[in-house]
């Protein structure tokens, strides 16, 4: 052969192909794979006297485009091979897995211990973390349309009816906007049955179909409210038809009584769907355009429509910021229309996900503290397992050293070790999990029924276990890696002659200072908490509400228009008179219940720019003898009396505060106001009452005023009994005089005032609730690691510990020397927690009502308690030692 | 080119080379010589698609692979069948021939001897 064909395949320098040499090089192999069958061809054709040129060019032709099927066969082998590496991996995995499960077998105390440390700790982070997964990530249970969005008019309040006409009018953004709104009605199964009180959702035209909802049986309605023929059809939720119908599917088409209106129910809502807002859970779903039919009285919608949370389905393509910018241009327009009502207002839209956005803040802040305090009862716990994987490390040294003796690289032996450490995460994280799935569904069960919790509303999702299973990882990092690195570093000459000392003792008494820290302020939080809760009980809220019954009197729920002020003073007048009942009155709002109304108040003749200038003022409706029946002293003037009426001219009786700040140089009585704006009725102050709290016990005295019930046309009152009675007995004498003066009204709930003020306090015993189950856990956990730790440095120490008796040291020497090191580092711990609770304390006294930073009592009290605790556990190893036998002892290896 | 036909086309090719390398071990270039000195030209191959195939089959286990030198003293990489791949070849040929004699049937028909479908 005259001249070699070289056939340029790759344009790759030719000194790559020696690399090959080092480790199998697949490109430069294919290359060569093609190079020989090209340069075959061409050889075989000069053979039969074809020129090398001409040769080459059909030996081209012949194959094909070979950068094509040389990239067509890369990706054929890459596919291959990274096939092959993730199955050579897993195998590597499984098979490590399997040595550590062995290695776990034949140590299952350490296996137990460790697995149930981690999986306390998971079990609590995640369910609090299935907490405030519904509360703030959850999107609408049960609404399959997407994207959907929340529509508030000034940052977090509901629309009223003019306000959704408007925008479901004008808004472009909006493919549907929708709202929803809840109120008690009275239901009949028959029109001749009892009455009972239900929750009805009224919702507007779309709501089905815009938010996705599904039936489970039946169909769902859509009524426009203003072109649409009133048709009376509703809707039952999933709840209310199994608890209420037992799952009749038969209920579909049947007739029953709404207010006092006949209704057909159409269908049962799918199961996952509850209401467009979280925490919302009412019976039945009506149109909206059908409420003034069902609780009637001539009302017009715009009446009715003032309180809908709104939801809505953005159009294709359109981002909340283009809604939002659409808003503030139709809120413009909306302006010149009535720019009394809407020269303030602003509209935006807003995350669908968790609960609404009027506690989204306060629900993010207090999730944020609670995972962190959380998260520290985690630490805790890998604190404790790494102390375990310490000691287990040094107990291993020489299995570990025979093993790098025999060439198992230091990489191989800390995955090994490793791997070890996830199966513990592992089993700890699966059995966490399992105990979270059972708490979640157990805290539903013991919270109060009025937060309308069913068994699976905190229930885990996806989110849920995605979040422990990093927990798992994390964990696996957090406590692995440290005794992995340790044990691997060994020094292998030095273990196999035995004159190795591991030096994890500096380790092992960090880490259990560090318990000790974080224990400590897991203990002086929840505590903190506590006294919070006492002071608030103790607190005098500035009336008398032991011995007061309520009762919730909704004149809407009658389903026809009444002489509403007529049936109040009937019912008030009745139950003055009620065997045990001393005073009686209607309120509006139940101070401190969670419910609250506010207004402007402008004094007469003082110049204010804007309604919004005048200092916002709690408000309330209250009939004659409200003062007398919560022991409210009136400070001057006089009391409602019954010549209060409509008609009369319109008087307020005003807080103390109000007083002051109103009219600060003179009497307040006499004087007049404005209510709500400078436009607004005038009304003459005939008393002033002492300052009393409203919404949080213990607050700030804020201006209140009160007016009177005869002048106002409210419909929903709660009556207040001042009585010897139990309230059981005051009950049924209620429901008595209710069937008399109102036969068709539901009995109406009957509480102790003392219970359902219990409310306000809810979202702070529930914290500290929380708080107290993980501080007990980390006292629980800090214990286990003390005691661990004693143990081992017993163990440790046995030699020196029977030289010394033998040397004739006494038992109580012996037990100080090794209590001695365990209350060093305890007590070092301690020290670092009681600073870090103080820094939550300054934190907390901000928040907390009656809770100063420095609480004496707790900072010494919960170290002092902590110390027991650690004594305790290392009492009973330090015991065995001083106990022992010096001479087996000094035998010890 | 709808997914079918690749596969048809793949099997066919597959079939062949199994064919081929049951006579014993050779590389790319003597398979594609081989194919065409048998099939006297019919088939038209483009012999780069050989290798596609040729390392698929090797990824699945059907044929194995060895370097050696070819007749010039160059690198080459040898097929050889493997016990699976003998199997697959003797599976792959038995329903080619299925395919060839059923098609062949009707091809040849000259009756339409089955009543049609009463509608």
């Known amino acids: 052969m005259s001249k070699t064909p070289n056939t340029p395949v790759s344009s790759e320098p030719k000194w790559r192909r020696y690399l090959r040499f080092i480790r199998p090089n697949a490109a430069a192999d294919l290359d060569d794979e093609l190079r020989d069958h090209l340069d075959s061809t061409i050889e075989a054709l000069m053979k039969d006297g074809w020129a090398f040129d001409a040769a080459r060019a059909e030996a081209l032709r012949r194959f094909g485009d070979v950068s094509r099927i040389r990239s067509t066969v890369q990706r054929i082998d890459r596919t291959h091979e990274k096939r092959q590496r993730l199955s050579t991996s897993l195998d590597a995995f499984i098979h490590d897995l399997r040595h550590a499960a062995r290695g776990l077998r034949r140590n299952p105390t350490f296996a137990i211990v460790a697995s149930l440390s981690i999986a306390l700790g998971v079990a609590a982070n995640t369910t609090v973390f299935s907490i405030v997964n519904t509360l703030l990530l959850r999107p609408i249970g049960g609404a399959h349309a997407g994207p959907l969005v929340h529509v508030y008019q000034n940052h977090h309040s509901p629309l009223g009816w003019r306000e959704i006409a408007w925008f479901r009018a004008n808004a472009r953004s909006f493919e549907y906007l929708v709202g929803e709104r809840t109120e008690a009605i009275s239901f009949r199964e028959t029109s001749s049955a009892e009455p009972e009180r239900i929750r009805a959702a009224f919702v507007t035209r779309g709501f089905f179909p815009g938010l996705g909802v599904r039936t489970a049986i039946g169909r769902s309605f859509d009524v426009d409210e203003i072109t649409g023929t009133p048709e009376p059809v509703v809707m039952l939720s999933y709840a209310f038809w199994q608890r209420r119908f037992a799952g009749d599917s038969s209920v579909i088409g049947r007739t029953i009584s709404l207010g006092s209106q006949p209704v057909t129910i159409a269908g049962v809502a799918a199961r996952e769907f509850r209401s467009s807002i979280l925490g919302w859970t009412s019976d039945v779903f009506v149109p909206f355009a059908i409420e003034p039919l069902l609780t009637g009285g001539g009302r017009t919608l715009d009446d009715f429509g003032g309180s809908f949370y709104m939801t809505a389905r953005l159009a294709r393509g359109a981002r909340p910021q283009d809604a939002n910018n659409e808003l503030r241009v139709l809120t413009a327009a909306l302006a010149r229309t009535d720019s009394a009502r809407y020269d303030r207002t602003t509209f935006r839209v807003d995350n669908v996900r968790g609960i609404n956005a009027e506690l989204r803040q306060f629900i993010t802040i207090a999730s944020v503290f609670l995972m962190t305090m959380v998260a520290m009862v985690l630490l805790i716990a890998c604190a404790n397992v790494a102390n375990l994987l310490l000691g287990r490390g040094a107990a291993r040294r020489m299995e570990i050293g025979v093993r790098l003796a025999l060439g198992v690289s230091r990489a191989r032996l800390m995955r090994l070790l490793l791997t070890e450490s996830f199966l513990i995460a592992a089993l700890g994280s699966l059995l966490g999990f399992a105990v979270a799935w059972i708490l979640v569904r157990v805290i539903p069960a013991v919270a109060p029924p009025e937060a309308g919790l069913d068994a699976t509303f905190f229930a885990p999702d996806h989110r849920v276990l995605i979040f422990t299973a990093a927990l798992c990882v994390i964990t696996t990092v957090l406590f692995g890696a440290l005794p992995a690195r340790r044990a691997a570093s060994a020094h292998v000459a030095g273990i196999i002659k035995g004159d190795d000392v591991a030096p994890t003792k500096r380790k092992r008494s960090a880490l259990l200072g560090f318990q000790t820290a974080l224990c400590v302020l897991l203990l002086v939080v929840p505590s903190l908490f506590a006294r919070s809760i006492a002071s608030m009980q103790r607190v005098d809220p500035g009336f008398t509400p032991q011995g007061v019954v309520d009762v919730s009197v909704d004149l809407g729920l009658l389903g026809h228009a009444v002489d509403t002020q007529a049936v109040f003073s009937d019912i008030r007048k009745r139950a003055s008179a009620l065997p045990g009942v001393t005073s009686a009155a209607l309120v509006a709002a139940v101070p401190l219940t969670g419910s609250n109304m506010e207004t402007r108040l402008l004094p007469e003749g003082r110049a204010i720019a804007s309604r919004f200038d005048a200092p916002s003022t709690y408000f309330n409706v209250v009939s004659p003898g409200y003062f007398a029946t919560l022991r409210i002293p009136l400070i001057a003037g006089r009391d409602f009396t019954d010549r209060d009426s409509r008609g009369a001219p319109r008087v307020a009786v005003i807080g103390q505060t109000t007083a002051r700040r109103l009219w600060p140089d003179d009497n307040a009585l006499g004087k007049r106001f404005h209510w709500g704006a400078s436009d607004g009725p005038l009304v003459e102050v005939v008393g002033v009452a002492r300052d009393a709290d409203y919404v949080m016990p213990g607050e700030a005295p804020k201006t209140t005023v009160y007016m009177p019930l005869a002048q106002e046309s409210t419909t929903k009152m709660v009556l207040q009994l001042r009585t010897t009675a139990n309230v059981a007995s005051v009950r049924r004498a209620v429901w008595d005089l209710l069937r008399e003066v109102a036969p068709t009204l539901p009995p109406p709930p009957v509480v102790a005032m003392t219970d359902e003020m219990s409310v306000t306090i809810l979202p702070v015993r529930a914290a500290a609730m929380f708080l107290g189950a993980f501080g007990g856990l980390a006292l629980l956990l800090a214990a286990a690691g003390i005691y661990g730790v004693a143990s081992y440095s017993v163990a440790r120490r046995t030699r020196e510990i029977g030289i010394r008796a033998a040397l004739g040291a006494t038992r109580r020497q012996l037990l100080a020397m090794v209590l001695k090191e365990t209350v060093r580092r305890v007590s070092a711990g301690a020290g670092i927690g009681v600073l870090l609770a103080l820094a939550a304390g300054i934190g907390l006294s901000r928040v907390l009502y009656g809770v100063r930073a420095v609480e004496p009592l707790v900072l010494i009290g919960v170290p002092a308690l902590i110390g027991v605790v650690a004594m305790v556990a290392t009492l009973a190893p330090a015991r065995r030692a001083a106990r022992s036998n010096p001479v087996t002892a000094i035998r010890a290896q | ?119």
Do not use: C
């Open chain 2, 1 to 119: 080119m709808a997914d079918r036909d690749v596969d048809l086309i793949q099997g066919t090719l597959n079939v062949l080379i199994l064919k081929t390398l049951s006579w014993g071990p050779m590389n790319g270039y003597a398979v594609a010589h081989w194919v065409r000195q048998t099939t006297l030209g019919d088939i038209e191959l483009e012999e780069g698609a050989l290798y596609p195939a040729l390392h698929r089959m090797e990824h699945r286990g059907w044929i194995s692979a060895e370097w050696g030198l070819s007749e010039n003293n160059r690198r080459a990489k040898f097929y050889r069948l493997t016990p699976a791949g003998r199997k697959m070849l003797r599976e792959r040929a038995r329903s080619w021939e299925r395919l060839v004699t059923a098609v062949g049937r009707v091809l040849n028909a000259e009756t339409r001897e089955i009543a049609p479908v009463a509608s």
